[in-house]
Structure formats: structure tokens, C-alpha cells
């Protein structure tokens, strides 16, 4: 569905991608791991167009989408939630969720998304006239989740879903997120907590200093690669220590 | 001395520039960008005015509307042409691109018109008086105050009940995560432009009409006041706009009646004394808005 190839990156003159490929296929569960500046955001945002990257090729379904904006992006089927939620505080929930249609609304199928998502997420429904700014994180964060549900997108990449939030919260937030993996939506998960992230995902890949260290199984990870590592930025050096 | 004819005179006084000051709020909120062109499209709606009466035969409504209809395009044309360009450099540039759309702007008139003020033809209830018990005002002032009710209605209504409202209040709050919705940038901020040159358009009508002339430079003292305003009421939201606006058309009568006639031309040095105090002790203005500080890349 998602084949990246040689992907760059920069932010000025700091590179931040040195040719990454990764592939997601459809309706798989793909985690990108790695600590803190190892360029998992940076990935994200050059797929959904918030970054233009330098050189390689994003294809998605077959066509070339780099370097295109974000809002070509979304229409294209790719929806991403941003870390920290980026909830828009001054905007009811109800209004968020209008907002995350945008280009898919249709005024039959907005009423039965909408219910939808009060079934993934009842407390949405309980909220739903109150501003977005007003609810505790981890209520905004499955608003976000759910904003990004509503253009009803073939792929969702999640950035740090689980960041700032209570270790309760974060247990439903990953139980959601395979649940929609179940109900067969593709979804390419960036997430700095590895150890939690690999209980759930198909496949991973590690990025370390913007290379991809290593990609497959989690249990060929959990196997190679010391996963504490990946918390604490790995060795001095930058980089995690994979065992061959 | 506080009487109905000063309670009116003020309302309609902080309307004219409630109005004002929403028009540059509304580019603002959206682009971070202080838009010091915003003056020139008023300045062009008097001058379609005064084309529009003097030379042709179009009817005084007909002059009106195509006069706000003016500032409205002129105001998206530069959005278009100047400002869509330099977007994603510097907010600097940006700056000294609109302070080269005002400049531009006022030397296209000063070539093809002339440097001089021209008269522009109002049909007569524009200077009516009428008497409502003991208090006699211009019948403007009570226009001022019905449309800006109107006006404000309609953008309340569009801002809060259809998705580009929505869009446009998202994207004043976060204009990155808006465009991840699906949202064209270019809609939201041209739509901006359109209604803050529309704004500037209708407020000209009544600028335009107390001296019945226009001039080049006609947009400068409009530009301070709804620039003042913003700051005193808070330039992060629509609603501290409005709010900034009435509050300086009442200082500003206020000072007028309690100033002595030794004092009153320094008006305008009281009314910056008190953007000085709050640059320096609120400098976030009345109404703190929600919105974040985050530049349109």
C-alpha cells in the first residue's frame, strides 16, 4: 500500500533522513520505533506532506505523493494524527469531528461516522457540545484519533498516541488501535514506548539517527535488539546494538 | 453630559470601528500578519465611489455595494498576487510585502487620479439629522449601528454554523493540523482576505461619507485605529477585535467631552498613551483568545 524508497529529509542544514525505505502493507499493523531524534516523526510528516522531503519516492497505491501538500495528501486516503494531539481547543468537539470530514462529508454517512465513533469512544458522545480544549488528554486524544477516522482514511499514522498519558489510558488507547487494525484499517504507528507498541504490531522497523536500523517481526526484534535501548537512545554513539 | 445623543454617538462610533478592527483581525488570526495594506482597501472603495458617482450613471445603492465589492476583490487580489508568493518565507517579508502593497496602492491612485482629494457624491439622508426626544443625531450613526448588527449576525453565523467558518476558526487556532483535515490553505486565507476587504469596503461607506472625499492617503488613520484597537482589545480573537473597537470609540468620546479645549487636539496622544499602558501591562488585550502563536509555513 505504502512503499518508501531512499527517502531524505532535512530541517536546514540538518539531515534528519539519510535514505530510509519502509514498506506498510494493507491492513497491516506497522510500528516505527526508535528514541527520541531518530526521525520517526520526521517520516510521518514527509508522508502526509507537512515536510518536503528531499530526495526518494513516497508511493502510496501505486502513485508518487511526495512533496505534495497535506491537504492532496489526506484526499489521497492518509490521515494522521499529530503528537500532541493538536486537538483545536476553541472548537466543540462536535465541530472537530466536522472538521475531520471535510472532504469526505456526505450528509447520510456523516450521521452514521458520527455514530460510530460514539461507539468506539462513548465519552465523545457525553462531550460532544463541549470545546476540545476542555477535555483531559486522553479524551483528546481519541477526539484525535476520531477526527482522523471521519475522512475515513486508508491509512492512519498515529505519532506518539500514547505520549502524556496515564498508564490506564494508554492501556485503551493501544487496545483501540488494535482493535482498528482488526476491523482492517492500515495503520503505520510511530511510538517512542517500543516495549508496549510490540504487543501489538505486526512488524516494526527501528530507526536510529534517521537509517533504519532493523525491521521485522516483534519477536525477531524482541530476539536482536535490546529493546531498554530504544528508550534511552541507545548506545553512545547514537545508534541501538542489534545482535546478529 | 452623558445623554442619549452621546450614548448613541459612541455605540455608533465603536461600531464603525468594531468593524474595522474584525477586518484586520481576520487576516491576522489566520496569517500572524499585521496587514498595513489594509487601509488601501479602504482607500479604493472611496475612490470606486467616487469614480462610480461622478462619471457614470449607476444608482447610489448600485455605488455602494460595487464599492465594498471593490475593496473585497482588491483585498483578494493581493492576497493572490503579493502575499500568496512570500507565504512560506519570513514573517518579515510578509511585513514589508504589505507595507509594498499599501505603497503600491496609493501611488496607482496618485498616478491616475491625482494627489488631491476629490469629492464624492452621497444621496442626502447621509447628512439628515433626526431628533429622537431630546437627542439630535446623524442618521448615519443609527445606519452604522444597524449594519454592524447585521454584519456581525451574518459573520457570528457563518463563522460558528458552516464548515469554512469552522475551518477559518481552526485555522487561527492551529493552521498546520487544519490543512491535515483536508483543508486548502489557499481557501482558508483567501476567504480571509475576502471578508476582511469586504469589511474595510463597508466601512469606507461611512469613513468616506463624513468628509464626502477621498484621497490617497485616506487609509492611514483607519489603519492606526483598527491597529490600536486590536491591541487594546486583544488580537488574538474575532471577539477581542470587536471588543477593542468599542472601547476605543468610547475613550475616544470620552476624552472628547472631558479633555479642555486646551487639551483636545492631543487627543490622539492620549489615545496612544493608553496603547502604551497596555503594550505595557496587558499586552495580551481585554479578551485573551485561545489561539496559538504559530506561523503559516
Known amino acids: 500500500m505504502l512503499t518508501i524508497e531512499n527517502l531524505t529529509a532535512s530541517y536546514g542544514a540538518i539531515t534528519a533522513l539519510h535514505g530510509i525505505s519502509l514498506e506498510v502493507g494493507e491492513g497491516e499493523l506497522v510500528a516505527l520505533l526508535g528514541s527520541n531524534g531518530a526521525g520517526k516523526s520526521t517520516t510521518l510528516k514527509s508522508i502526509c506532506g507537512l515536510l518536503r522531503p ?66 468506539l469512544f462513548p465519552i465523545l458522545k457525553e462531550r460532544f457540545t463541549q470545546a476540545g480544549g476542555l477535555l483531559s488528554g486522553g479524551e483528546q486524544q481519541m477526539l484525535a484519533i476520531a477526527r482522523a477516522l471521519m475522512s475515513h482514511p486508508k491509512l492512519l499514522m498515529l505519532d506518539e498516541p500514547s505520549l502524556g498519558l496515564s498508564p490506564t489510558m494508554t492501556d485503551s488507547i493501544f487496545e483501540l488501535i488494535s482493535d482498528l487494525r482488526d476491523r482492517g484499517t492500515t495503520i503505520l504507528l510511530v511510538e517512542q514506548n517500543a516495549e508496549r507498541a510490540l504487543e501489538i504490531v505486526d512488524r516494526a522497523y527501528l530507526l536510529t539517527t534517521g537509517s533504519i536500523e532493523f525491521s521485522g517481526t516483534p519477536d525477531e526484534l524482541k530476539r536482536r535488539v535490546d529493546i531498554a535501548s530504544v528508550y534511552f537512545g541507545g548506545e553512545d554513539d547514537g545508534t541501538c546494538e542489534v545482535r546478529l | ?163 469554512l467558518g469552522m475551518a477559518m476558526r481552526a485555522a487561527a487556532d492551529r493552521f498546520t493540523t487544519t490543512r491535515l483535515m483536508g483543508v486548502p490553505a489557499n481557501l482558508v486565507i483567501s476567504a480571509a482576505f475576502l471578508i476582511s476587504g469586504t469589511l474595510a469596503g463597508v466601512v469606507s461607506i461611512f469613513w468616506v461619507s463624513r468628509s464626502a472625499s477621498v484621497d490617497p492617503l485616506i487609509g492611514m488613520a483607519p489603519l492606526l485605529i483598527a491597529f490600536i484597537a486590536t491591541v487594546m482589545g486583544g488580537m488574538h480573537s474575532l471577539v477581542g477585535a470587536v471588543i477593542g473597537g468599542f472601547v476605543y470609540g468610547l475613550l475616544f468620546n470620552v476624552l472628547s467631552i472631558t479633555l479642555p479645549a486646551s487639551l483636545i487636539s492631543y487627543r490622539d496622544a492620549f489615545m496612544f498613551v493608553i496603547v502604551i499602558l497596555f503594550l505595557l501591562f496587558r499586552p495580551e488585550g481585554i479578551w485573551k483568545g485561545g489561539y496559538t502563536e504559530e506561523r503559516v509555513g
Do not use: C, H
Open chain 2, 1 to 163: 453630559m452623558i445623554d442619549l445623543e452621546f450614548m448613541i454617538n459612541t455605540v455608533s462610533l465603536g461600531s464603525l470601528y468594531a468593524l474595522l478592527s474584525l477586518g484586520l483581525v481576520f487576516v491576522y488570526g489566520i496569517l500572524k500578519l499585521v496587514n498595513f495594506a489594509y487601509g488601501e482597501y479602504l482607500m479604493v472603495a472611496g475612490y470606486a465611489m467616487y469614480v462610480l458617482g461622478t462619471f457614470t450613471g449607476v444608482p447610489w445603492y448600485a455605488t455602494l455595494v460595487l464599492a465594498v465589492l471593490t475593496a473585497a476583490l482588491v483585498s483578494y487580489l493581493t492576497e493572490l498576487v503579493a502575499f500568496r508568493p512570500v507565504r512560506t518565507k519570513s514573517l518579515t517579508a510578509m511585513l514589508v510585502t504589505s507595507f509594498a502593497v499599501s505603497v503600491f496602492l496609493q501611488n496607482v491612485v496618485l498616478i491616475t487620479i491625482s494627489s488631491r482629494s476629490r469629492a464624492v457624491r452621497f444621496p442626502s439622508f447621509f447628512s439628515q439629522t433626526i431628533t429622537l426626544g431630546d437627542a439630535t443625531v446623524p442618521l448615519r450613526n443609527l445606519m452604522i449601528i444597524a449594519i454592524t448588527i447585521i454584519l456581525l449576525t451574518a459573520l457570528t453565523l457563518v463563522m460558528k454554523k458552516t464548515v
Open chain 1, 54 to 119: 528531499g530526495q526518494g519516492t513516497i508511493r502510496f497505491l501505486g502513485e508518487d505523493i511526495a512533496g505534495r501538500a497535506p491537504e492532496v495528501i489526506l484526499k489521497k486516503g492518509i490521515s494522521m494524527v499529530p503528537e500532541g494531539r493538536e486537538i483545536f481547543g476553541g472548537l466543540t468537539v462536535e465541530e472537530n469531528l466536522r472538521l475531520g470530514a471535510f472532504t469526505s462529508y456526505q450528509r447520510d454517512r456523516y450521521r452514521t461516522d458520527l455514530d460510530e465513533m460514539f461507539a
